[in-house]
Structures are given as structure tokens and as C-alpha cells.
């Protein structure tokens, strides 16, 4: 007989299963606040050792019957409250009532990066996340100035947090073992960011570039401005124009978005390549 798959394993989720790990993770979160909002908890392996930690675990579960029977698995801890609900698609300031929280994931593959994405924004809910990605995302949001890897996730990450690899986790670890590794994450949210405004024009004209990562800069974004605006904008913000956009810093994506003026199309490219 077939079997059934749930909607996170459709997602493409792996449920761990070593204990060490999960303690791991729950250590790497601080002592304050002291709740933590867990995204995806299965079958409870991390929400075990996160009870542990702390008096008030909220776990916020996609699927109904993983949801269900969650709390019964664990011996009904007076701790732990189990929402079903998509932290995806649902309403943030509803998940995090009663926060801010720490977050602490074991995130599917197919969703992690959007999730994370989601909740960088967001410091006045969550100023701390710990999460379980695919080991290239997580290589990803640390990639240095001139790293194959970086790219739009790599921004925002360093646009809203500072995010640091804290170890890798191998395929045996999880039940169904992935084909590939996976890391925890560790992303403190920064007490000040630049403006939101700044940040999606900065995000904006990176996707532009990134969607032609081997050309040189000027050329990325010739879609957006005459060819003296982008010069002027890069002698502006003291950025090379003939670099590759994966050889910018943060900073430097800030700098150029204060001189290079919107013509208004630049803000839909945000969701572009990572």
C-alpha cells in the first residue's frame, strides 16, 4: 500500500532525529527573551530540548496531523502551545502575540529561504533566529564580497542581521536522510537597520544586476538608467563600475541606491534571482 506523504515532506522535509543535534540548536539560542517560536516542530525532536531551555516553546506547525498529535507526543508539556498555521502565509504579528521571540527551525528546503527572508524584516518579533537550512542557502547568507555564492539572499541577510554558519549537520542525521548536507544558522537582526525604503531600492537594483551576475555592473543595470546616470551614481558612491555585482558589499549596494535616482521599475525586480 502507498504511503501517504504529509504536506512537509512535499515541502521537502527531512525530520531530525539525532538528539545531540537538536540539543545543539537549542543551546545556540540566548537566555532572553525567554520564549522561543518554533517553525515546524514534526515530530518534536528540537522541541524536546527547547522545552528544556526555556518555560514558553510556541510551535507553529504546517501540517494538521503533525499539529494534532504533537503535544500528546511529547507528554503534554504545560510549556508548550501548538499553533497549525503557515509561518509563510500567515499573519506575523499573529504568530508572534505575546513575543518578541527567538526563532528556532528546522526549515524544508523547498520553503526555508523565503521563510527566512520573511521574518529578517522583522526584529520587533523576532530579534534572533536559528535555523536548519540546506548547507548552500546557509553558505549563501555568509558569502563574503566575491564569493561564487553571494547573491539576494546574501543581501538581505546582511541588509537586516548578521548571520554566522555555527555547524554543519550530515544527511544521516534526519529521517528520510536528504541527498544533501545541512547547517544551522545563526542570524542576530540588527537594532538599526537603514530605512526600509533604502533597503528595497538597494535590494532592487541588486536583483537587476544579479540577473546578469557575469556582466560588469554598468552594464546590469542598463535597464534602469542611461549609461552617465550609472556612472555618475557609481563615481557617486564610490563604486567601481566596472565590478561584478557579487564584489559588492552591502554597503556599497546602499550607497549606489542614494545615488542612482528610481525611474519606478527598479522596485520589481526585488524578487529576483537569489
Known amino acids: 500500500m502507498a504511503t501517504v506523504r504529509t504536506r512537509r515532506q512535499r515541502l521537502g522535509q527531512h525530520f531530525l532525529r539525532d538528539a545531540a543535534t537538536a540539543r545543539a540548536v537549542a543551546a545556540a539560542l540566548a537566555a532572553a527573551p525567554p520564549r522561543v517560536l518554533e517553525i515546524g516542530p514534526g515530530r518534536g525532536a528540537l522541541t524536546g530540548p527547547l522545552l528544556e531551555r526555556f518555560g514558553r516553546v510556541r510551535a507553529v506547525e504546517v501540517d494538521a496531523a503533525l499539529a494534532a498529535g504533537l503535544a500528546a507526543r511529547l507528554g503534554a ?42 521574518l529578517l524584516p522583522r526584529r520587533d518579533l523576532f530579534p534572533r533566529l536559528v535555523v536548519m537550512v540546506q548547507l548552500e542557502v546557509a553558505q549563501r ?13 546574501t543581501l538581505a541577510t546582511e541588509a537586516w542581521g548578521r548571520a554566522e554558519i555555527l555547524f554543519t549537520v550530515p ?12 547547517a544551522v544558522v545563526r542570524i542576530e537582526l540588527r537594532p538599526d537597520p537603514a530605512p526600509a525604503a533604502a533597503i528595497e531600492r538597494a535590494l532592487a537594483l541588486a536583483s537587476a544586476a544579479f540577473a546578469q551576475r557575469r556582466k560588469k555592473l554598468a552594464n546590469g543595470l542598463a535597464a534602469l538608467a542611461t549609461p552617465a546616470a550609472i556612472a555618475a551614481a557609481c563615481a557617486a558612491a564610490g563604486v567601481d563600475a566596472g565590478a561584478r555585482p557579487q564584489e559588492l558589499a552591502w554597503e556599497a549596494w546602499l550607497a549606489l541606491a542614494r545615488a542612482l535616482p528610481d525611474r519606478g521599475g527598479a522596485a520589481a525586480a526585488a524578487g529576483g534571482p537569489g
Not at 78 to 85: C, D
Not at 141 to 153: D, Q
Open 141 to 153: 547568507m555568509v558569502a563574503p564580497p566575491g564569493g561564487g555564492n553571494r547573491g539576494l539572499m
Open 77 to 118: 508539556p504545560p510549556g508548550l502551545e501548538v499553533r497549525h498555521a503557515d509561518a509563510l502565509a500567515d499573519d506575523l504579528e499573529a504568530l508572534a502575540e505575546g513575543g518578541p521571540w527567538q526563532v528556532a527551525a528546522n526549515l524544508p528546503y523547498s520553503v526555508g529561504t523565503a521563510i527566512v527572508r520573511r
Open 171 to 182: 544527511p544521516g542525521r534526519f529521517a528520510p536522510p536528504p541527498k544533501v548536507n545541512s
